[in-house]
């Protein structure tokens, strides 16, 4: 099977790339793709920049330039305090924009022309292992919530709260993300690990003490996942 796996920043990347093997890069579109194996699998792993744009750019230049049978967003993402704690790995089971808002007659999430709600790829849905796998202790799952901000403030939060209750994690590309393998009709699936609890005191030292705190095998959970594809 042909993979995409889209991460957002250079250090999330930098914990991607040793998993794969036979690697070279090609450029497209002024974004690196690395092309490489990962078990049986052909994959295609980028780096698309913080935020939604750079997300939904580099997400159209991968499927058109590569064609892949499933994109698979994973990274950092922040907790809500609804369930996820830090090193708690969140598996969307949908998805949607806490910053998206088209005026009178739609609903707060719901981007033109789109559902409220992206649906994702569920474990289930993906594969025959997903109830093995997630008898690990730190997977979770529910809704993600993206939007263009840096999350860091308890009123942040519960506005984000207030639209949809059950969101579990927060991050700022996968509803991009979503929506663009949603308009291309790509099967999309999404994990992201919790770095930070947005609103609490020392919410920022978590966040930057993440990345020397969480060894490399935080990611084993999606190589788990990928090597069990058929």
Same mark, same amino acid.
């Given at each position: 099977?042909?993979? !995409?796996?889209?991460?957002?920043?250079?250090?999330?990347?930098?914990?991607?790339? %040793?998993?794969?093997?036979?690697?070279?890069?090609?450029?497209?579109?002024?974004?690196?793709?690395?092309?490489?194996?990962?078990?049986?699998?052909?994959?295609?792993?980028? *780096?698309?920049?913080?935020?939604?744009?750079? !997300?939904?750019?580099?997400?159209?230049?991968? @499927?058109?330039?590569? #064609? %892949?049978?499933?994109? @698979?967003?994973?990274?950092?993402?922040?907790?809500?305090?609804?369930? !996820? *704690?830090?090193?708690?790995?969140?598996?969307?089971?949908? @998805?949607?924009?806490? +910053?998206?808002?088209?005026?009178?007659?739609?609903?707060?999430?719901?981007?033109?022309?789109?559902?409220?709600? &992206?649906?994702?790829?569920?474990?289930? +849905?993906?594969?025959?292992?997903?109830?093995?796998?997630?008898?690990? %202790?730190?997977?979770?799952?529910?809704?993600?919530?993206?939007?263009?901000?840096?999350?860091?403030?308890?009123?942040?939060?519960?506005?984000?709260?207030?639209? &949809?209750?059950?969101?579990?994690?927060?991050?700022?590309?996968?509803?991009?993300?979503? #929506?663009?393998?949603?308009?291309?009709?790509?099967?999309?699936?999404?994990?992201?690990?919790?770095? +930070?609890?947005?609103?609490?005191?020392?919410?920022?030292? *978590?966040?930057?003490?993440?990345?020397?705190? !969480?060894?490399?095998?935080?990611?084993?959970?999606? #190589?788990?996942?990928?090597?069990?594809?058929?």
């Amino acid at each position: 099977m042909k993979i !995409a796996v889209i991460v957002a920043m250079s250090k999330e990347l930098k914990l991607l790339l %040793p998993l794969l093997k036979d690697t070279s890069i090609v450029n497209a579109n002024n974004f690196d793709f690395h092309t490489g194996k990962l078990g049986n699998h052909d994959i295609i792993a980028v *780096q698309c920049g913080i935020g939604k744009v750079n !997300a939904a750019i580099s997400t159209l230049t991968l @499927i058109e330039n590569f #064609h %892949p049978s499933l994109v @698979i967003n994973t990274g950092v993402g922040g907790g809500t305090g609804k369930g !996820a *704690q830090i090193l708690d790995v969140v598996i969307a089971d949908h @998805i949607a924009y806490h +910053d998206c808002w088209c005026g009178p007659g739609s609903e707060w999430g719901e981007a033109a022309g789109c559902p409220r709600f &992206f649906e994702t790829l569920t474990l289930s +849905d993906l594969t025959p292992d997903a109830a093995e796998i997630s008898k690990n %202790p730190k997977i979770k799952h529910g809704l993600i919530a993206s939007g263009d901000i840096f999350v860091s403030r308890k009123e942040d939060i519960q506005h984000i709260l207030s639209i &949809f209750p059950d969101a579990i994690a927060v991050d700022m590309e996968s509803a991009a993300i979503a #929506h663009t393998c949603y308009l291309k009709n790509v099967p999309f699936f999404c994990l992201r690990v919790v770095s +930070d609890t947005p609103g609490e005191s020392d919410n920022i030292s *978590q966040y930057e003490n993440f990345w020397e705190d !969480a060894p490399q095998s935080t990611f084993h959970i999606l #190589h788990q996942i990928i090597d069990s594809l058929k």
